[in-house]
């Protein structure tokens, strides 16, 4: 059979960017193709070029310090014939780029205008491209929504992006890149910290979207669970480079690539040991000073006495304390808590109704022990950490930590309560001052506490917990924007150990990490565990994570805990429909379930589904 024409064809394509130490290569000389109808996925670490690539295809990279420095881009489409998108006027690319070419940003917060309603947002797009008028654009955009499956159409349309969640917001994002049927629709982590039933839904429209209007998809990701489910091929990027590529089954059964092999091993999944040794991408590959790489050599290690002893000791400790701990009365005591927001409408504010965040919750944690929090967007998850913490006041209820009750505190009281009691938040970059040094911003709760004679040995046990969590004692001095996502986050965990906690409340602390970040940083909680004896309330929207990091599971929804177990009850014998339906949209990405989802592909393709 002839080799269909690809519809985008990407050849020795260089991008750079000119920094203070010299030319950076973010993408150096790749080459690719995307068929219409196909969906690509490009895989790797931050900072491996897979974002920067698909900003040059959209030409969004194109003035100092970034530039385009080589290569072709071949697209064909009806409309304009054959062109390089390279080479053509920004005006003629203009009308390419939003119309035949649309991208769904990873960032829908800081990728929506804030002073313009969601819905106008996108009419625009209508009215930039297209001669509909503005009742008919509307009319469309509000279809486009119903499409994108987001509540209330039309109520969203006249909403502000802070006034709807996380996921509704990359549902506009996926409505907006919809709305003039490209050719290609690129997709930038379009479900990064989405939950997996959303993120299920999402995949799911982009697909339906594929097959209906025959649009070729580039699907960037990190996460290879999501690959699996969606993409026909897989292009492995690392440090600019494509290392790999070819069709899904083949990646995932059979990688050729030290890289690849090592990011499908990072994975947490559901039959991974848990709070086992994850391994990292540095335990599959080695790089000479040339850059070179070389898969490494699994070494033979030999213990010595004194290790096995050392182990052994360590182990019996570990079951001793866990054992001791169970006798123990809980750390932590939560009874009927419920938080409420009050809806308030009218001149004068009066309030109509409540939000149930939480709903008349109770559990109780052991010393040592960790909790899993799960549920979709929405559920509460996040409001009732806060309130553990009284960073949001309770509406009701009773919260019991070390034998004091926290929502009956006083101001005083509370700020010291809180150095047993920390929380290690979602973003990382904007949990650290910016004007602050990483060193100060370690120290700082030590100052607050007033721990430590001086600052002298204040920075000695900086520099202790920097090395601890795996960074150098020279970062000390340095600022957060100079370290990346999962380095940020390391630093946030060494200031929450700043004060020797008790317990740990860890929310979406992995989330938008790579998978062998991610892994790095789940090995060091549990090392930090077992040699504190922390207690960890462990948030996550990510099932499998929180299968390998839990002792027990809460399963939260509309505000109250449905459902709780072990890691094995749940993923075993899940008791209600809601925990069921959690489980089942997790991504697998084992053989038996990629190769389910490429045939459903074919016969989604051949119009039999």
Do not use: W
Not at 30 to 50: D, L, Q, R, W, Y
Not at 163 to 181: F, H, N, P
Not at 287 to 313: F, H, M, Q, W
Not at 423 to 431: L, V
């Amino acid at each position: 059979m002839p080799v269909p024409t690809p519809i985008l064809q990407i050849q020795d394509l260089e991008t750079t960017f000119s920094t203070r130490h010299g030319i950076v290569k973010a993408v150096d000389n790749i080459s690719f193709e995307i068929h219409a109808g196909e969906t690509v996925a490009i895989v790797g670490e931050s900072g491996s070029g897979k974002s920067v690539t698909a900003l040059s295809v959209m030409r969004l990279i194109n003035t100092p310090p970034g530039r385009i420095a080589g290569g072709i881009a071949i697209f064909r489409s009806e409309k304009f014939g054959e062109v390089d998108l390279f080479q053509l006027p920004e005006k003629q690319m203009q009308q390419i780029r939003g119309n035949e070419i649309s991208m769904i940003f990873q960032e829908p917060m800081s990728s929506l205008n804030p002073v313009y309603t969601c819905g106008i947002q996108v009419a625009e797009v209508l009215l930039l491209h297209t001669n509909l008028t503005e009742k008919v654009a509307k009319e469309h955009t509000i279809a486009l929504f119903e499409k994108a499956k987001l509540p209330r159409p039309a109520k969203i349309f006249d909403a502000y992006p802070h006034e709807i969640s996380g996921g509704q917001k990359q549902r506009v994002m996926i409505a907006m890149a919809m709305a003039c049927e490209p050719s290609i629709l690129i997709a930038d982590e379009p479900t990064t910290a989405l939950d997996v039933t959303v993120q299920a839904r999402m995949l799911q429209l982009i697909d339906e979207m594929r097959v209906k209007e025959n649009t070729a998809v580039l699907f960037i990701t990190h996460d290879l669970g999501v690959v699996a489910e969606i993409a026909d091929r897989i292009l492995v990027m690392y440090k600019g480079k494509l290392v790999e590529q070819g069709k899904v089954m083949d990646i995932f059964t059979n990688p050729q690539h030290p890289y690849t092999k090592g990011l499908l091993a990072c994975r947490p999944t559901l039959s991974a040991k848990p709070q086992g040794i994850l391994p990292t991408v540095s335990d599959f590959l080695q790089e000479d000073e040339y850059g070179n790489i070389t898969e490494r050599k699994k070494e033979v290690y030999a213990p010595s006495l004194a290790d096995v002893v050392n182990e052994y000791v360590g182990t019996v400790a570990n079951i001793k304390y866990q054992q001791e701990s169970k006798q123990k009365p809980p750390l932590l005591q939560v009874e009927n808590l419920k938080v409420y927001f009050p809806i308030k409408k009218g001149l004068f504010g009066r309030t109509t109704d409540y939000v149930k965040a939480v709903d008349g919750v109770s559990f109780k944690v052991k010393p040592g022990e960790t909790i899993g929090l799960v549920g979709e967007s929405g559920c509460g998850k996040t409001t009732l950490g806060r309130t553990l913490l009284r960073l949001i006041e309770p509406t009701e209820g009773r919260i019991i930590f070390n034998g004091h009750d926290i929502a009956q505190l006083s101001s005083e009281e509370l700020r010291k309560s809180r150095r047993d009691f920390q929380m290690i938040f979602q973003d990382p970059y904007a949990s650290l001052n910016p004007m602050h040094t990483v060193g100060e911003a370690i120290m700082e709760p030590m100052h607050v506490h007033k721990l430590y004679a001086n600052d002298k040995e204040r920075k000695a046990k900086a520099m202790e917990l920097l090395e601890k969590v795996g960074l150098m004692p020279e970062h000390f001095q340095r600022y957060p924007h100079e370290f990346s996502g999962g380095q940020r986050q390391r630093i946030c965990i060494a200031r929450a150990l700043a004060l020797q906690p008790k317990c740990i409340i860890c929310d979406e602390s992995v989330s938008a990490l790579d998978v062998s970040v991610q892994a790095q940083v789940l090995n060091l909680l549990n090392k930090l565990k077992q040699e504190f004896h922390i207690t960890y309330i462990f948030i996550t929207h990510d099932l499998s994570v929180a299968k390998y990091m839990s002792d027990r599971i809460l399963v939260m929804n509309k505000g109250r805990i449905v459902e709780s177990g072990t890691p094995e009850q749940l993923y075993r014998h899940p008791q209600q429909e809601y925990t069921r339906t959690l489980i089942n949209a997790i991504p697998k990405g084992e053989p038996e379930d990629i190769l389910k989802a490429q045939e459903r592909r074919v016969a989604m393709r051949n119009g039999v589904l």
